[in-house]
Nanobody
Framework: QVQLVESGGGLVQAGGSLRLSCAAS????????MGWFRQAPGKEREFVAA????????SYAESVKGRFTISRENAKNTVYLQMNSLKPEDTNVYYC??????????????????WGQGTQVTVSS
């Protein structure tokens, strides 16, 4: 059974930084792309960033380009999201997800089949 567990969320002032982590189990992590998404209450889920199985290909939403960095450590079965220069509009629940096919890569939620429970990020102005 695949499990994804996020950590690292919290409260930070605007301009600050946070690093989210997502530990994966139940699948050969190094064979699968990973993604981060976010969702505010009453709003659609939004793509944030994605990384391929080897870490050589990444993609970002326009709203976070230049501020967020996705990375992975296959030896630790963990994907990270480094978030710098945070803004109040980044306040959301952040979810990590794993793609549904080996060696897959996607910037759309439909390309993922398992999701973490989410971690709250709150940015105060």
């Amino acid at each position: 059974q695949v499990q994804l567990v996020e950590s690292g969320g919290g409260l930070v002032q605007a301009g600050g930084s946070l690093r989210l982590s997502c530990a994966a189990s139940g699948r050969t992590f190094s064979n699968y792309g990973m993604g981060w998404f976010r969702q505010a209450p009453g709003k659609e889920r939004e793509f944030v960033a994605a990384i391929n199985w080897s870490g050589t290909i990444t993609s970002y939403a326009e709203s976070v380009k230049g501020r967020f960095t996705i990375s992975r450590e296959n030896a630790k079965n963990t994907v990270y999201l480094q978030m710098n220069s945070l803004k109040p509009e980044d306040t959301n629940v952040y979810y990590c997800a794993i793609v549904n096919l080996p060696y897959g890569f996607s910037t759309h939620g439909g390309g993922y089949d398992y999701w973490g429970q989410g971690t709250q990020v709150t940015v105060s102005s």
